[in-house]
């Protein structure tokens, strides 16, 4: 049975990680397995559950007790749950943009990139991509174009992040995912293991010698990784030169480019088919 609690006092510690930890403080860099990430609405609360996210407490306004947020509360079982009207809650930082409900939960610990490409034959790799708003797209697409995992470079926001989960509408917990090996350049190194892994790997980007998405001989390749950049900058000259292919997306009027995160939806679709 949860244990409701009604919100008397904002400055309680308890609700600290709803409304003034940064996001650097849930991560928790030197502690890692402590941990914490907030999910942002019933559909993805549900799915945090679903993959086996440990929840430690809910905020949420009362009248989604009884209604909205009644069978979460049941999986919950009797973890903390803060509660108040909206008009109360609103004083809380960012809580109108929850949709009426919040769910601090640990951090799972991440797999290894064996471990995440070992059944995979398509897999997206995000190099620096720093945009939660872009990573949380990516992965709502990796999930829905038929992605296997993704896998990320150091310097790319983690995918936990709240904005991340919330763009991402909770995919970030259904699609395998980790970091690569964060080395001097884990960008060429990640490239090298995939390639290790008997993965070809396609970088998208512009260059002279980039081949179009539509290719034959790279739509028949069995296992492949598409390697996505850092809005505006692109990709690392050295990781272009380190992939076997390049791949460019043909443009009309003009248009260069796309936004790394509709590109990514056009490359998962044609790639994966």
Known sequence: MANI???????????DIYARFTEAQLLNRDHP?????IAE????????LDAGCVPISILLERRHIQTQAREILVRCGDIPVYT??????????GYKLTRGMLCAMQR?????????????????VLENVMNPTNVGAIFRSAAALNMDAVLLTCGCSNPLYRRAIRVSMGTV???PWTFLPETGDSSQSGISLLQSLGFRTAAMALTDDSVSIDDKQL???????????????GLATSTISSCDYTVRIPMSH???SLNVAAASAVAFWQLSR
């Open 5 to 15: 609690i009604e919100i008397t006092d904002f400055s309680a510690p308890e609700l």
């Open 33 to 37: 397995e402590q941990g914490i990430f």
């Open 41 to 48: 609405s019933p559909k993805v609360i549900e799915r945090a």
């Open 84 to 93: 108040a009207d909206f008009d109360v809650l609103t004083q809380l930082t």
């Open 108 to 124: 799972p610990s991440l797999p290894s990139v064996e471990f995440v490409c070992r059944d995979a034959r398509r897999i997206a």
């Open 173 to 175: 917990f259904q699609i």
């Open 219 to 233: 739509l028949s390749e069995e296992k492949l990784a598409i390697v996505l950049g850092t809005e505006g900058d």
């Open 254 to 256: 003009g248009v260069d």
